[in-house]
């Protein structure tokens, strides 16, 4: 099945820095998705990415399938943008998880 | 437009019990799927359902079971509970499953006593 790696596994930034997480798979798919779960545990939407680049206020994200790479950017990060970042894909199967990047944001 | 509900929020149960939990999707939406979270093993697909028939099923004992209502909604059950079934299970509601995006509710965190 599908491989998901996610890096850097884990990431400490003073309040205000820019950050990039990767996400790499190992098969061409149909649906790449990036959540960021809360504390509470619920997964967040913040991209369905596929393919292109798209951006949502101080953050963006891009996917090159082409290549089997999706990067998302982090802004002037802020306290709030903690927790953990998934990126998931999905071929002709339900969505494969990475195990995800730690972000802690320091003020 | 309501998201996806998931109950219960929590759950204690002990060894040897069943459990069931439930999922509502997004209006509209007629594919649900499953996903257990722990810490060792990360976020893992439990099974898929669309149009209340099981579509994909994950690596995983016969314990686990689930179906899906005509409304769409779903139900998983978990029988014969064992201390490793503890985890937070989340419940992924999409169009069409597959390709189409999801949403997922709050989940659900169990603990077997």
């Known amino acids: 099945g599908i491989q998901v790696e996610q890096s850097p596994p884990d990431l400490i930034l003073q309040e205000g820095a820019n950050s990039t997480l990767r996400c790499n798979f190992s098969?061409?798919?149909?649906?790449l998705q990036w959540f960021h779960q809360n504390p509470w545990g619920q997964l967040i939407n913040l991209f369905y990415?596929?393919?292109g680049t798209k951006q949502n206020g101080r953050l963006s994200a891009t996917t090159v399938a082409t290549e089997r790479y999706s990067l998302l950017y982090i802004s002037s990060s802020q306290t709030t943008d903690s927790g953990v970042y998934f990126c998931a894909v999905a071929g002709n199967t339900p969505l494969v998880f990475g195990k995800g990047t730690r972000l802690s944001v320091i003020a | 437009k309501a998201g996806v509900t998931q109950t219960p929020r929590y759950l204690i149960k002990t060894r040897g019990q069943q459990v069931t939990l439930s999922c509502s999707p997004i209006?509209?939406?007629?594919?649900v799927s499953w996903y257990q979270q722990t810490p060792g093993q990360g976020l893992q697909f439990l099974f898929e359902y669309f149009s209340e028939t099981q579509r994909n099923k994950g690596n995983f004992p016969g314990r686990f079971s689930g179906r899906q209502f005509s409304n769409s909604r779903s139900e998983m059950n978990v029988s014969t509970l064992e201390l490793g079934d503890s985890a937070l299970y989340l419940c992924a509601s999409s169009l069409v499953g597959g390709s189409g995006e999801a949403f997922f509710g709050q989940g659900t965190r169990l603990t077997v006593v």
């Open positions: 209006s509209g939406h007629r594919s």
């Open positions: 990415i596929p393919s």
């Open positions: 098969d061409s798919v149909n649906n």
